[in-house]
């Protein structure tokens, strides 16, 4: 650490953000290392480390040698502010190095309200933000993640998307980069031959026109480029890096645990969800394999507690093995073994004897609708009675606390449709009076909504989000209408989810909106100490641009989507074809009862889904 950080660390908060130093971090030596990556996250270092994707990346680049990947987090307001009095720059966790001087920058974007941040932190690192002016080879900056499936809003910031899965193309781009280096290519030079590379999206090389209504009238491509970037994937979980020597954080972080990733993908098909059509296909590890990465993670961190991560854990095939394997060792060794993500149609009394092994937390849900018309609509694939049978089983051995978490605003919705969350929630608290035999503990049940933002490449991306005005209607009729002491109602504040509609579905425009209410003083968006909505309405104003154009309007099948440049490997026919289903009500089976042709098996060799 160097001795400025010393003087200001003592006046902020949480100075353990900014140290580094802990236990499994990498410290290469310099001398040793040609080429350096700085791996950011736009947020604070107790939701960046708690990142699976971020943990995996950095264990990748650094198995590489002569490459050293360091971390970088958002500072806090109180930090960046003594950063900027005493003119300290954006620098690595590891070494305390300014990351201006490095050869490669990389952002993780989860979260579209994370924006700002993203030109805060370039900002603090000295650079340019726009990528046209930043003229020199280095340093390259590079961005990742779900978001990256828009890159518009972004794109004037970025020299290079990587669409999917990073750990096979990251090492691609920084082979590419050493070539470059080595052979003193300009920067025009790399950014060409990169969009070569399967899975990698160079913004500054596709032409966008606009029609007189404001609709996209062309893309075109540049240079050789391709019309469409589709994501790359791991084609083989079993053979993938995985970190088995977690940093152990200085401070608490949001999930401080070992998490153990037991496949990618899902079967379901829900028509609203953007990860679920993302992360296709399904591809599954050996039970054996993760039993042995859990044990090893855990012996190398001291973590005492173990969670099982993907989209639908308990679609798991072998889960019950899976849970045994690891009790043998986390039972005697008092770790506790966690199940976030469960489904109310598979949730079973094995599963829930494998559970009550560990501490005893509560069970959440997500039915998503009020009623089965809903649920049909956006394919959640589950009934009333799965919802009820789940909770009933939760109930009959001994759960007392239940999390149920809806949307409103979903394509069709009615006020019956809101109503049916609160009759639902009745229900689940009459199963619990029917079945407890825990009766004078209580019960807490929880119903959360949030408010439905349609995403790129879903079955909804070409539908409207209902009004702010609207949204907040249906949250009092809910609130007036849900009965119960034992019940309790959040729902999710409107402003953000209106934001975060408008940049899901941009174009490039408005790229110019996230620099003039960053200009305003915009960052840390998704926390309430930082978020001003007011703010945003006057950049909206200042440029010109109409959020309703963005977040309200309908788009017809025909119009060129913003994000048409970038491929899932789901074709748009088929989510064309799913919304139609959705309107119509009928369901479209998982994919294990039934190939739906959505296209993500072509994205293994050979056109073969492995069927997980």
Not at 1 to 20: C, D, F, S, W
Not at 190 to 207: D, F, N, T
């Amino acid at each position: 650490m160097n001795h400025m950080l010393e003087h200001i660390l003592p006046r902020v908060q949480k100075p353990a953000r900014y140290t580094g130093g802990e236990y499994n971090a990498v410290v290469k030596d310099r001398d040793k290392v040609d080429t350096r990556v700085a791996l950011c996250f736009p947020d604070t270092y107790e939701i960046g480390m708690s990142n699976l994707g971020i943990r995996i990346l950095y264990g990748v680049m650094n198995q590489m040698d002569g490459v050293w990947c360091e971390r970088v987090f958002a500072p806090w307001g109180d930090m960046e502010e003594e950063m900027r009095r005493e003119g300290i720059p954006l620098y690595g966790l590891e070494s305390g190095d300014a990351i201006a001087d490095f050869d490669i920058i990389g952002f993780s974007l989860g979260y579209e309200m994370a924006y700002t941040n993203v030109l805060n932190m370039l900002e603090l690192a000295g650079l340019p933000l726009r990528s046209a002016s930043r003229d020199e080879f280095a340093p390259l900056v590079i961005a990742g993640g779900t978001c990256a499936f828009n890159p518009e809003p972004l794109a004037p910031f970025i020299d290079i998307f990587s669409l999917g899965e990073g750990e096979d193309v990251t090492v691609e781009l920084i082979q590419l980069y050493r070539k470059a280096r080595e052979e003193c290519w300009t920067k025009e030079e790399l950014l060409i031959a990169a969009a070569r590379i399967p899975g990698l999206y160079v913004p500054s090389l596709y032409e966008v026109t606009y029609c007189a209504g404001g609709a996209i009238q062309s893309i075109t491509p540049t240079h050789g480029a391709p019309a469409v970037v589709t994501k790359r994937i791991v084609q083989n979980l079993n053979e993938s890096y995985f970190p088995v020597k977690n940093i152990v954080p200085s401070t608490e972080i949001v999930h401080d645990r070992v998490m153990l990733e037991v496949f990618r993908g899902c079967i379901r098909g829900c028509r609203f969800c953007q990860a679920g059509y993302a992360y296709r296909p399904v591809r599954a590890k050996d039970p054996e394999l993760l039993v042995r990465q859990g044990i090893e993670a855990c012996r190398n961190s001291g973590y005492q507690e173990m969670t099982l991560s993907s989209l639908s854990t308990s679609d798991y095939r072998r889960l019950l093995d899976l849970c045994d394997g690891l009790q043998q060792w986390c039972d005697p060794n008092g770790v506790n073994l966690s199940l976030p993500s469960l489904r109310a149609d598979n949730f079973s009394w094995a599963l829930m004897e494998r559970l009550q092994h560990g501490r005893r937390s509560g069970l959440t849900f997500a039915p998503e609708a009020g009623t089965q018309r809903l649920r049909d609509v956006i394919n959640k694939n589950v009934t009333e009675e799965d919802i009820l049978s789940f909770c009933r089983t939760a109930f009959a051995g001994g759960w007392s606390t239940v999390k149920l978490y809806f949307m409103l605003g979903l394509p069709t919705e009615t006020d019956a449709d809101v109503l049916g969350i609160a009759e639902l929630a009745e229900k689940v608290y009459h199963t619990w009076r029917e079945v407890t035999p825990y009766r004078n503990r209580g019960v807490k049940i929880t119903v959360s909504t949030a408010f439905f933002v349609p995403k790129p490449h879903t079955a909804f991306q070409w539908e409207p989000q209902i009004s702010q005005e609207e949204y907040e209607r249906r949250v009092k009729l809910l609130r007036d209408n849900m009965r119960g002491r034992s019940i309790a109602y959040h729902w999710h504040d409107p402003k953000t989810s209106v934001l975060e509609a408008v940049l899901a579905r941009g174009d490039r425009r408005l790229a110019d909106l996230l620099e003039t209410v960053w200009r305003m003083g915009a960052k840390f968006d998704t926390w309430d100490e930082y978020f001003d909505y007011g703010r945003w309405t006057a950049a909206f104003e200042a440029c010109g641009l109409d959020p309703a154009f963005y977040a309200n309007r309908p788009r017809p099948q025909e119009e060129i989507l913003p994000w048409s440049v970038t491929s899932t490997g789901v074709s748009s026919r088929f989510l064309w074809r799913e919304r139609e289903r959705a309107y119509e009500g009928v369901i479209t089976p998982d994919c294990r009862r039934q190939c739906s042709g959505c296209g993500a098996d072509k994205l293994y060799p050979g056109g073969v889904c492995d069927g997980e």
